[in-house]
């Protein structure tokens, strides 16, 4: 229950306002998809195992995501550097092409050509490579 309440506030949160400019002089772009990071986003959450949980919304053409992977730390500064177990950062695809590389939990993307699309977040090592933590799911815009 407290998951699902601190999961509605956050998406009440996202869904209120737009970005800060802070923010949007960070976000990535590639071709035409934006994907704007979201900052001081701070969700607890403790389980034995670990994965990655994506949750997802789609607002006016904009898609909110948010990811939580627990005993894992999202490192700008070691990117390319030798693993570190627990440490890495997320790499977005659409339509299998990778379009970001993420180092916040919360993000939106924006610019999708209006039909279906597939979305995958992959958790990676500092070494670029895959820890094996993957979640994929379809969206329409």
């Given at each position: 229950?407290?998951?699902a309440w601190l999961t509605f506030l956050?998406?009440?949160?996202?869904c209120?306002?737009?970005p800060d400019a802070e923010a949007a002089d960070e976000t990535v772009h590639s071709s035409?998809?934006?994907v704007t990071p979201l900052q001081n986003i701070?969700?607890?959450e403790i389980k034995s195992e670990q994965e990655l949980v994506v949750t997802h919304k789609v607002k006016d053409g904009r898609i909110y995501v948010?990811?939580?992977?627990?005993?894992?730390?999202l490192s700008e500064e070691k990117a390319g550097s030798l693993h570190e177990q627990g440490e890495g950062h997320l790499r977005l695809y659409v339509?299998?092409?990778?379009?970001?590389?993420?180092?916040?939990a919360a993000f939106i993307i924006e610019g999708l050509a209006p039909g279906e699309h597939t979305i995958t977040v992959s958790a990676v090592k500092n070494d670029?490579?895959?820890?094996g933590f993957d979640s994929t799911f379809s969206v329409t815009v």
């Open positions: 229950m407290k998951q956050l998406f009440i949160s996202l209120a306002g737009t035409s998809v934006r701070e969700v607890i948010e990811c939580f992977l627990n005993d894992f730390v339509d299998d092409e990778h379009v970001a590389t993420l180092f916040e670029r490579s895959p820890y």
